[in-house]
């Protein structure tokens, strides 16, 4: 599906993957993108995009993405400006890591990884996703209808795509039991929309993506990463945001790509 002349969203805009994929798709042309992050800082890349395109190219939307109403407000937002969205890339995410149960040295109690933590993880990590890309989808299919089509049949052009950010933790990793069940479900939740969103023209697709240096991953403990993480990798580095960046748009361009692909430096979680 070709970017350029495309209206996009992604969450999570104003720092690590979902900053460097924005300022990529910029760069691949978009006729508009609305950039979502709690963080206000998203409203200072739009700036900084729209001072170097001399146009009102991006949209920023500071709010949290776990709230339908502002969900709803994006899309009818960045629709009015620019047209139906195309793609989305749900970047927005955050990590919980803890052991799912652990023992107290001077008690001896178990202590169980709580359960509200978990439903925020899940909140943020899954169910944020999957509705962002199924409110792209119905807005699409509902284009569809009004314009007195049905089916999209393989000679139209694709209506959409949806990239999700999966991790390399969606196949299990120590001390992220939460962290990856949410990305593990999105494996799930992109083969189901997928078999169902074609109907409208719409594909869906993971990328999982090993240790990035992002400030997600600056907030694990001092000396993780150097210990238990470069050691490791093959490329005896972090990846780069851009990098991944780079592979989310050849994900979104390339229709032949379906399914998974895995961007992990060689990395991957060790033997229980």
Not at 57 to 77: K, P
């Amino acid at each position: 599906m070709r970017i350029k002349g495309k209206v996009g969203v992604v969450t999570g805009a104003a720092s690590g993957i979902g900053r460097s994929t924005a300022l990529e798709l910029i760069k691949q042309g978009v006729k508009g993108i609305a950039l979502v992050d709690l963080d206000a800082g998203v409203q200072d890349l739009a700036h900084e995009i729209n001072a170097q395109r001399g146009e009102e190219t991006a949209v920023a939307f500071t709010g949290d993405v776990i709230d339908g109403n502002f969900r709803t407000e994006v899309f009818d937002s960045i629709n009015q400006s620019h047209g139906v969205v195309r793609f989305v890339v749900p970047a927005a995410g955050i990590f919980r890591d803890r052991l799912a149960v652990k023992i107290d040295q001077q008690t001896g109690e178990s202590d169980i990884y709580p359960v509200e933590v978990f439903r925020q993880v899940l909140e943020v990590n899954l169910i944020h996703p999957v509705y962002w890309a199924m409110e792209m989808i119905a807005r699409i299919a509902a284009d569809r209808r009004r314009k007195g089509l049905k089916k999209w049949q393989a000679q139209e052009k694709l209506q959409g795509t949806v990239i999700f950010i999966g991790s390399v933790s969606s196949q299990g990793n120590r001390g992220q039991v939460s962290y990856a069940t949410t990305k593990a479900g999105l494996e799930g939740a992109a083969s189901t929309l997928m078999k169902e969103a074609m109907f409208h023209g719409v594909r869906t697709g993971v990328i999982h993506p090993g240790f990035v240096d992002t400030p997600l991953l600056q907030g694990m403990p001092q000396g993780y990463v150097e210990k238990h993480i470069l050691p490791d990798t093959q490329l005896g580095r972090l990846i780069r945001p851009e990098e991944i960046a780079d592979a989310i748009c050849f994900m979104i361009r390339n229709s032949a790509v379906s399914g998974q692909l895995w961007a992990d430096a060689g990395w991957h979680p060790a033997a229980a």
